[in-house]
T-cell receptor, first 113, second 112 residues
Framework: NAGVTQTPKFQVLKTGQSMTLQCAQD?????MSWYRQDPGMGLRLIHY???????DQGEVPNGYNVSRSTTEDFPLRLLSAAPSQTSVYFC????????????FGAGTRLSVL | EDKVVQSPLSLVVHEGDTVTLNCSYE??????LLWYKQEKKAPTFLFML????IEKKSGRLSSILDKKELFSILNITATQTGDSAVYLC????????????FGQGTILTVHP
């Protein structure tokens, strides 16, 4: 039962570098999301997808890009990393329909120096 | 804009105590309210509430929703050290996607 798998678990970047956080789910869920978690601020939605080929912005999308070419994968790209993007990133998925229960990956801890 | 406020932000108790965590919200087109428990890693689902006054229960944990007063509580009875975690409240509203808006979380620490 893999569920939602995120890689890497930890990453250190220098300002201006780019990288991709990977997220894969094996539950055939339609919906996938990316959140960031900062101290004292809960989880904030970055981008989400309601199916392959369909993505939209969440609450804090600036500096991040996403695409969804398959049902299983939903990578998050940082084009030019900034110290303000130091955070813990969580990917989540849920099935389509009325239930809003999202299932989370273990997270990626990112530090931008 | 949807909003979730949790209180208290942190709580320290001893094993055996009972705790009540609070969650108040503002939302357009309410769909559901969810509670998650977060230990070191991923948030794990506890409860989903959609109707007022109906208690959801799982072991020592229970939760109830008041849609008129726009709040929910999470109760934990006979706390154990394993209950130490961050408890997150989230609401789903708006479009059919049901995007989740999270509160800041309550950090619960249970001492032996």
């Amino acid at each position: 039962n893999a569920g939602v798998t995120q890689t890497p678990k930890f990453q250190v970047l220098k300002t201006g570098q780019s990288m991709t956080l990977q997220c894969a789910q094996d539950m055939n869920h339609e919906y996938m999301s990316w959140y960031r978690q900062d101290p004292g601020m809960g989880l904030r939605l970055i981008h989400y997808s309601v199916g392959a080929g369909i993505t939209d912005q969440g609450e804090v999308p600036n500096g991040y890009n996403v695409s969804r070419s398959t049902t299983e994968d939903f990578p998050l790209r940082l084009l030019s990393a900034a110290p303000s993007q130091t955070s813990v990133y969580f990917c989540a998925s849920r099935p389509g329909g009325g239930l809003n229960i999202q299932y989370f990956g273990a997270g990626t801890r990112l530090s931008v120096l | 804009e949807d909003k979730v406020v949790q209180s208290p932000l942190s709580l320290v108790v001893h094993e055996g105590d009972t705790v009540t965590l609070n969650c108040s919200y503002e939302v357009t087109n309410f769909r559901s309210l969810l509670w998650y428990k977060q230990e070191k890693k991923a948030p794990t689902f506890l409860f989903m509430l959609t109707s007022s006054g109906i208690e959801k229960k799982s072991g020592r944990l229970s939760s109830i929703l008041d849609k008129k007063e726009l709040f929910s509580i999470l109760n934990i009875t006979a706390t154990q050290t394993g209950d130490s975690a961050v408890y997150l409240c989230a609401i789903a509203g708006g479009t059919s996607y049901g995007k989740l808006t999270f509160g800041q979380g309550t950090i619960l620490t249970v001492h032996p």
